[in-house]
């Protein structure tokens, strides 16, 4: 079992940036792929971008494509969500989850991820 805990969200002007972190603890990060998702005020959690356990895949949402960037160091057990030209429709709450998975793949269905950290808000503002 995997604990998340995320950290750098804030309140940033329209076409700042911000980096997103997940530190995973209590299991070896590298069995899992990684997801981060979002959740704006009365919409539904949404995905965001993925990575694999070995960095070599990566999925992004259309909407995100060119501005944001997944990554991750797992010597650090933690995953990266580097976000650019930061628009007022990326505010919401932005999670990252963990999937204990064989493959090198990752999953863009919230539902395979089997671990989520609490979330950290991130607001941009005109």
């Known amino acids: 079992q995997v604990q998340l805990v995320e950290s750098g969200g804030g309140l940033v002007q329209a076409g700042g940036s911000l980096r997103l972190s997940c530190a995973a603890s209590?299991?070896?990060?590298?069995?899992?792929?990684m997801g981060w998702f979002r959740q704006a005020p009365g919409a539904e959690r949404e995905f965001v971008a993925a990575?694999?356990?070995?960095?070599?895949?990566?999925f992004y949402t259309d909407s995100v494509k060119g501005r944001f960037t997944i990554s991750r160091d797992n010597a650090e057990n933690t995953a990266y969500l580097q976000m650019t030209r930061l628009k007022p429709d990326d505010t919401a709450v932005y999670y990252c989850?963990?999937?204990?998975?064989?493959?090198?793949?990752?999953?863009?269905?919230?539902?395979?991820?089997?671990?989520w950290g609490q979330g950290t808000q991130v607001t941009v503002s005109l």
């Open positions: 990575i694999g356990r070995s960095s070599a895949v990566t």
């Open positions: 989850a963990a999937d204990y998975t064989l493959s090198f793949s990752a999953s863009t269905t919230q539902y395979d991820y089997d671990f």
């Open positions: 209590g299991d070896t990060a590298s069995d899992y792929a």
